[in-house]
Nanobody, 121 residues
Framework: QVQLVESGGGLVQAGVSLRLSCAAS????????MAWFRQAPGKEREFVAG???????NYAASVKGRFTISRDYADNTLYLQMNSLKPEDTALYYC???????????????WGQGTQVTVSS
């Protein structure tokens, strides 16, 4: 059974960094696209960053230049390095696996349970 488990969230002050991890098990995703989404209370789930098989990346405009997505094929793990965090980055962060990198939520086949990131001002 495919399982995605996120970790690394927490309560931090604005300006600091966090690194999120998403450990995948149950199958390898070497040919899959992987992505991070986030959902703040009362808002829709939104695309944050995605990475294609081969390493090409896409970012939401709101995080470009601050966040970096990467993947470790050997460990089947997805990462999101988040620098210069802002209060508006507060959300539940999810990793997802699909066939293409897209901002469309329903294009992804597998989702994790999420890890909470809270940024105080």
């Amino acid at each position: 059974q495919v399982q995605l488990v996120e970790s690394g969230g927490g309560l931090v002050q604005a300006g600091v960094s966090l690194r999120l991890s998403c450990a995948a098990s149950g199958r390898t995703f070497s040919r899959a696209a992987m992505a991070w989404f986030r959902q703040a209370p009362g808002k829709e789930r939104e695309f944050v960053a995605g990475i294609w098989d081969g390493g090409a990346t896409n970012y939401a405009a709101s995080v470009k230049g601050r966040f970096t997505i990467s993947r470790d094929y050997a460990d089947n793990t997805l990462y999101l390095q988040m620098n210069s965090l802002k209060p508006e980055d507060t959300a539940l962060y999810y990793c997802a696996v699909g066939r293409i990198v897209t901002a469309k939520v329903d294009a992804y086949d597998y989702w994790g349970q999420g890890t909470q990131v809270t940024v105080s001002s």
